[in-house]
């Protein structure tokens, strides 16, 4: 009973914690020995994330269920739940279980012998999908010969057995391993079934030969030094090899005042690591199509750029940042008093952080026209400008006919299981799990926390193209891998391979860029973003300190996220060259193995 009392306390609780609220699990087994029955319809790993919600039901002891839970949530949102040990509790269970399509089932094989149990687990396979996950040993499997759902066996009940079958089920792990000997008529010497590894694993860096312990103390004395020097508050760093999250760790606190630690399922905003992950893609998507061409024009796609000066703008030249756009206008300099109120109404709907609204359609009115109106210099030189994506997002606008926020949570995200990733996190998650920026003492004279960063994004209503994301070092490190994958995550196709080739290869005659993505500096002195990086490397920075750079010559995702602007912006974070030091102690890791 006092098991049963302390696991039911952690599994209400899980209930109430955004299932992202993952920490890193501390081992994992050197080899999946993980063996799947009954996957004759290829149901693991599981595919169709964004039409799947998910329960885990669960009797494993606490540092088990926690463990499984944990991992199995890396990859899509669960709600968790513990079986009663009493029959007459499973109705109340059955009923608070009945919206869920996919329910996972955790059991050791002691649970098998519970015929009550095994009939109330095949009850919700009327309709639904289960899985079930079995730990210990095999003996009972007996029990199981008339089930034809898909199950999961190993024969340790261990922490590191749990994190492997979590990922087993979702392709973060290979299934290779066979049944030992036979249990049964149906479970016979040999049996498993083989999968593909389709989804990011979580290990070790000595699984691939790294001196881990060497590794992260490397790593933590330059996250020492930053927070030490003030040129962040805290951050998180990842960094994945060969589809494997072998580094992964928060450091320091969310500001100075030392109130929350950071964590590594906290949510940074991107900045201008929007660019590539939501405007980009979503232009990948619509190029390939043959939607959007990029030989054509601003005016071919935007009635409003007609009887422009951008009228014949190319698209192609907007996304190499060559269109001879000036770099930025800064609109928040010459609001007038009566375009912002502490107050919501239907004047001021639009919010642009805690107690400021902007008058309603000041984008429309003032911030769209004023762009399409500005100032054009000659095409072909080299000039970053945020402008280029306010542009790529209206064209994607348009021919999609849906807000981008939308677009990519239903085209990109969800399916993915990027759970977090998107616009406007504060109508989505709790404040306290975003990091804030910073102190805003002139514009919007608060604390920056949950709302965008960048003033012109936010006065557009927190959604641009070149700025509004907010994300987690998971999210990012999924992105990566799809896009290393070249254009394949979970078993699912997003693009072509030529697609993400020609986006994320250099595409201009003037400078390093490919189309959206920034790239390795050719000039190896500038050391950007790492002295290492092969020069097959793609990614791009961020305002407020974050980072992702992919390298597919080294099967390397690198990831950095910080708040360097809080509490106000500081330059710290580019004098001590943190993010640059950090991508050359992987590379040195890794190629020192």
């Known amino acids: 009973m006092k098991r049963m009392i302390m696991l039911l306390c952690m599994f209400v609780a899980c209930m109430y914690v955004d299932a992202a609220l993952y920490a890193q699990p501390t081992t994992y087994a050197p080899i999946n020995q993980t063996v799947l029955l009954n996957n004759q319809v290829n149901v693991i790993p599981l595919r169709n994330l964004a039409k799947r919600h998910m329960a885990l039901i669960t009797r494993l002891d606490e540092t088990m269920s926690v463990a499984f839970g944990d991992q199995l949530s890396r990859y899509a949102p669960l709600d968790r739940f513990v079986i009663p040990t009493q ?22 094989t002691e649970d098998l012998s519970d015929q009550r149990l095994l009939q109330f687990i095949a009850t919700q396979a009327v309709g639904k999908q289960v899985i079930l996950a079995v730990f210990g040993d095999g003996t009972n499997l007996k029990a199981l010969d008339f089930r034809y759902y898909p199950i999961l066996w190993t024969p340790a009940k261990t922490e590191a057995s749990a994190v492997d079958a979590a990922m087993s089920v979702f392709g973060g792990l290979a299934c290779t391993a066979k049944l030992p000997k036979s249990f049964s008529p149906r479970y016979t010497v040999g049996a498993g079934y083989t999968t593909a590894k389709t989804r990011l694993g979580y290990a070790d860096a000595s699984t691939l030969g790294i001196d881990q312990a060497q590794l992260e103390t490397d790593i933590d004395d330059i996250m020492e030094e930053a927070i030490r020097e003030r040129a962040i508050p805290g951050g998180v760093v990842m960094a994945v090899k060969s589809g494997k999250v072998i580094f992964e760790k928060s450091y320091g606190y969310h500001t100075y005042e030392k109130e929350e630690p950071t964590k590594v399922s906290d949510i940074f905003d991107m900045a201008s690591v929007t660019k590539i992950t939501a405007t980009t893609p979503t232009i990948m998507r619509l190029t390939e199509r043959g939607i959007v061409n990029l030989d054509s024009t601003m005016g071919h796609y935007l009635l409003q750029a007609q009887g422009t000066n951008k009228n014949g703008t190319v698209l192609r030249d907007v996304m190499l940042h060559e269109a001879g756009f000036i770099p930025f206008i800064p609109f928040y300099a010459d609001l007038e008093p009566d375009d912002l109120s502490s107050d919501s109404s239907a004047a001021y709907s639009v919010k642009v952080a805690d107690g400021c609204f902007i008058r309603t359609g000041f984008y429309d009115d003032v911030m769209w026209p004023t762009m399409l109106h500005s100032k054009i210099n000659p095409t072909g030189n080299y000039v970053y400008s945020d402008i280029s994506m306010y542009v790529m997002k209206e064209v994607a606008e348009h021919q999609t006919g849906m807000p981008i926020q939308d677009y990519i949570q239903q085209e990109f995200y969800r399916p993915l299981g990027m759970q977090t990733a998107g616009y406007l996190p504060r109508q989505r998650f709790p404040k306290q799990r975003i990091v804030p920026t910073e102190n805003d003492t002139t514009f919007r004279k608060t604390l920056l926390q949950g709302y965008v960063h960048d003033e012109g994004a936010a006065m557009a209503g927190g959604v641009a193209g070149h700025a509004g994301l907010f994300a987690t070092a998971n999210d990012m490190a999924i992105y990566g891998q799809l896009l290393l994958n070249r254009g394949e995550y979970g078993g699912d196709r997003y693009f072509k391979p030529e697609t993400v ?17 920034d790239r390795a500096n050719p000039d190896t002195s500038k050391a950007y973003p790492s002295k290492l990086a092969s020069s097959a490397t793609f990614g791009h920075t961020g305002y407020t300190g974050t980072c992702i750079w992919i390298d597919p010559e080294e099967q390397l995702i690198y990831i950095f996220l910080s708040n360097r602007v809080h509490p106000v912006r500081s330059t710290k974070l580019y004098e001590l060259n943190v993010r640059s030091r950090i991508q050359d102690t992987l590379y040195e890791a890794i190629r020192k193995k």
Request: proline share 5%; net charge neutral.
């Open 501 to 517: 080739d020609l986006f994320s290869s250099k595409q201009s005659k003037t400078s390093r860029r490919g189309l959206g993505f």
């Open 87 to 108: 029959p007459e509790s499973y109705l109340p269970l059955d009923e608070d279980i009945k919206f869920y399509n996919t329910i996972i089932a955790a059991l050791t």
